[in-house]
């Protein structure tokens, strides 16, 4: 599976949208991007994910480029609740495994 | 409905003893799998159980490490001779089938502390 590049951290304003960016240059063409987070204490959540095409769910988008090397998370409307760490993984379903691979991820702190 | 249960959600052994943590997966959920979260850190894979075929348990960092499912049901994550730096939050995650458009779901995690 490649590679994912995320920063460590990231602030926002609660009401804003937060924008957590992610590089995956060495992304093959059936990798797929996917998007969970973590708060404080629990286990990671399911976001988002998607393979070439933006995509858009009740709680994010991803946006895509078009060469599939970056893509970028929005929550529209930050809240408090939304603090949590967000990783970015690329993943690829191969033969009988669907192990996720995560990586240091973003911390993004919303603040009131 | 019911989401995934892991117990116990706390524990506290010495150094040398052997523990058994336990996964109950969400009814139905057919691929089972445990990571390791060390204080501070992503979470690391440690295996993965699909149906009947044959665990893959590529993610397993020593001999000391063993896990069994029962069926599609509970599953059992052991160490055996537990050291320190096992000391850790072991999370669980379930998921309809292993192809790549199903999400997992995570259960709370145990945080194993080795003294």
């Known amino acids: 599976d490649a590679k994912t590049t995320q920063p460590p951290s990231m602030d926002c304003a609660e009401g804003r949208a937060a924008n957590l960016p992610c590089n995956h240059s060495?992304?093959?063409?059936?990798?797929?991007v996917y998007w969970y987070r973590q708060i404080h204490s629990q286990g990671p959540q399911y976001i988002i994910h998607?393979?070439?095409n933006n995509e858009t769910n009740e709680m994010a988008s991803l946006i895509i480029t078009e060469d599939r090397k970056s893509s970028t998370l929005i929550l529209p409307h930050a809240t408090l609740r939304d603090t949590a760490v967000y990783y970015c993984i690329v993943r690829v379903y191969s033969g009988n495994t669907g192990k996720l691979i995560f990586g240091q991820g973003t911390t993004l702190q919303v603040k009131p | 409905g019911a989401g995934v249960s892991q117990s116990p959600s706390n524990k506290v052994t010495e150094k040398g003893k052997d523990v058994e943590l336990r996964c109950d997966p969400i009814?139905?959920?057919?691929?089972l799998y445990w990571y390791r979260q060390r204080l501070g850190q992503g979470l690391e894979f440690l295996i993965y159980f699909q149906g009947n075929s044959a665990p893959d348990k590529s993610g397993l960092p020593s001999d000391r490490f063993s896990a069994e499912r029962t069926g599609e049901s509970v599953s059992t994550l052991t160490i055996q001779r537990t050291q320190q730096e096992d000391s850790a939050v072991y999370l669980c995650?379930?998921?309809?089938?292993?192809?790549?458009?199903?999400?997992?779901?995570f259960g709370p995690g145990t945080r194993l502390t080795v003294l």
């Open positions: 998607g393979l070439k």
């Open positions: 995650a379930s998921s309809p089938a292993s192809g790549v458009y199903n999400e997992q779901f």
């Open positions: 060495t992304i093959s063409g059936n990798e797929y």
């Open positions: 009814s139905g959920h057919t691929a």
